[in-house]
């Protein structure tokens, strides 16, 4: 089975990146991710701690 991959450009994202990154401490790197989950209303794979933390606090879903 194939995980179906899209690509978003970070435009659109980057105002709400950039706040997620001072509000939880993220690399804008990993905030932009979050901000993409955020906004498209999926889970996030991630094995990075501080990035699952925030997604958690978000209520984003963090597949096993």
């Given at each position: 089975?194939?995980?179906?991959?899209?690509?978003?450009?970070?435009?659109?994202?980057?105002?709400?990146?950039?706040?997620?990154?001072?509000?939880?401490g993220?690399?804008?790197?990993?905030?932009?991710?979050?901000?993409?989950?955020?906004?498209?209303?999926?889970?996030?794979?991630?094995?990075?701690?501080?990035?699952?933390?925030?997604?958690?606090?978000?209520?984003?879903?963090?597949?096993?």
């Amino acid at each position: 089975r194939q995980m179906p991959i899209r690509y978003y450009g970070h435009g659109d994202y980057a105002e709400g990146a950039h706040r997620l990154a001072i509000e939880t401490g993220l690399t804008g790197y990993d905030a932009m991710f979050l901000a993409l989950a955020l906004d498209r209303g999926v889970g996030l794979f991630t094995a990075d701690e501080a990035l699952r933390k925030a997604a958690g606090d978000k209520g984003i879903p963090l597949p096993a």
